[in-house]
């Protein structure tokens, strides 16, 4: 070892870097790879580990950078969670279009989101009217009577949108599944585009009406509809 060090101070520099090239470059390599590796390992592990407070889409819709912080974490700073700990996801640019002749790849999309939401994947959705009504056939959005609580029921009547769902035995009522944010606050300052959004919360079949996961939908809701 010795030896090879006093050989290598007698080298040029352009000498250095050939014995260089030789004999160690291709370790190098290999260990910054495994260096990047593992960071990015125990990033994901530390990722993997935080609570999930909610996870959101938004659909032909858009927010500023503002308003996406304010989803993110500005809701985890609103759960009094701390982001090393808690974490928010939220979907954007989802922006589809239902006409039917649409190319395949378009449709595929949409099929895409819909196997998304259809396992659960998103707690909320934030869209426009003509997403809101292609969605009502897929029957995944959660009656509002049964999701949020009586108090907000009441505060929120004026903004609770309906439509028509049938029953197993062939009847329809009218089910309240979307909040209009259109002049809310929230619309307001956070440029929501258009602002005749609607709010709806997802119904999946293995937490149907769960305390726990109504507390968190309900939790959101007045986290948006009350946003300043």
């Known amino acids: 070892m010795k030896n090879e060090l006093q050989k290598i101070r007698q080298m040029t520099p352009g000498e250095k870097w050939d014995y260089f090239k030789t004999y160690y470059l291709v370790q190098t390599v ?75 790849d378009k449709d595929s999309y949409v099929m895409a989101l819909t196997a998304q939401i259809y396992a659960g994947e998103y707690q909320y959705l934030i869209l426009d009217q003509e997403a809101w009504e292609h969605f009502q056939a897929s029957d995944i959005y959660a009656d509002l009577a049964q999701t949020l609580t009586q108090e907000q029921q009441e505060a929120y009547a004026d903004r609770m949108i309906r439509q028509t769902v049938q029953s197993e035995d062939g009847t329809h009522t009218e089910t309240a599944t979307a909040l209009d944010l259109a002049g809310t606050a929230f619309a307001k300052r956070f440029h929501l585009e258009p602002q005749e959004a609607y709010l709806v919360f997802i119904e999946t079949a293995q937490e149907k009406y769960q305390d726990d996961v109504l507390e968190k939908k309900q939790r959101i809701a007045d986290y948006i509809l009350t946003a300043e």
């Open 30 to 104: 290999i260990g910054v790879i495994v260096l990047i590796l593992a960071v990015f390992f125990i990033r994901d592990m530390k990722m993997g580990s935080r609570e999930v407070l909610a996870s959101g889409c938004l659909i032909n819709v858009a927010i500023d950078e503002e308003g996406f912080l304010f989803l993110t974490d500005g809701y985890v700073d609103f759960c009094g969670k701390s982001i090393k700990k808690a974490s928010v996801f939220l979907s954007v640019d989802n922006t589809l279009d239902f006409m039917p002749e649409n190319p395949l």
